[in-house]
């Protein structure tokens, strides 16, 4: 039975489309996107956080009210778009990275594994933007999750977890840390 054709996994050409438009221009706006498919914003939406949660797209800016928002993409695995799959928390890649976990969550995985790293190594075993690593870890710190170790004058940042709440991310929402298995924001500890 092919990928495809299982119930779970959740194929659309809108997806797909959307895929290709993003590896064709690399910046879009969601109203030129919109324009193109001819639907709301509401019915892009799921995907478009989905593929931003996992790392391959990023938002530029702000946006507005209307949802406006210029869209980058900044991790490119191939021709096949990303799939949604129902039931878990992760897409799959058809282009042979398999199930691929959102972004946060790679970067959390990272930092329980190594004890201390530097962003820089973050960056690159996550595979996510620097702007991401930054401020994610910007917010475990001011949890109380997280602390700099190995801070020295002209060398990276190390960061290190101090506590270690489990398996599952913090998840950063509106600039705030949402611990998933507690059901609560974490309160800032500075």
């Not at 498919?37 to 892009?44: H, M, S, Y």
């Not at 702007?131 to 940042?157: N, W």
Request: hydrophobic share 40%; proline share 4%; aromatic share 12%.
């Amino acid at each position: 039975m092919s990928l495809s054709s299982n119930k779970a996994c959740v194929f659309s050409m809108r997806n797909h489309r959307i895929w290709r438009y993003a590896q064709k221009r690399k910046r879009f706006s969601t109203s030129k996107l919109t324009q193109l498919l001819g639907v709301q914003l509401a019915g892009l939406r799921p995907y478009l956080n989905a593929l931003r949660a996992a790392g391959y797209f990023e938002v530029e800016g702000a946006g507005n009210m209307a949802g406006e928002y210029t869209w980058r993409l900044v991790r490119n695995t191939g021709p096949a778009a990303p799939m949604l799959w129902k039931g878990r928390t992760e897409l799959y890649d058809p282009n042979g990275s398999g199930f691929v976990a959102f972004s946060q969550q790679r970067l959390w995985n990272a930092l329980r594994i190594s004890g201390c790293l530097s962003y820089y190594d973050a960056m690159a075993r996550a595979e996510v933007s620097q702007t991401l690593c930054l401020t994610y870890f910007a917010a475990l710190k001011r949890t109380g999750l997280a602390q700099r170790c190995q801070e020295a004058y002209d060398a990276p940042v190390f960061w290190q977890l101090v506590n270690d709440i489990g398996p599952y991310c913090p998840v950063l929402i509106k600039g705030r840390l949402f611990d998933q298995v507690r059901d609560t924001f974490l309160e800032e500890t500075r």
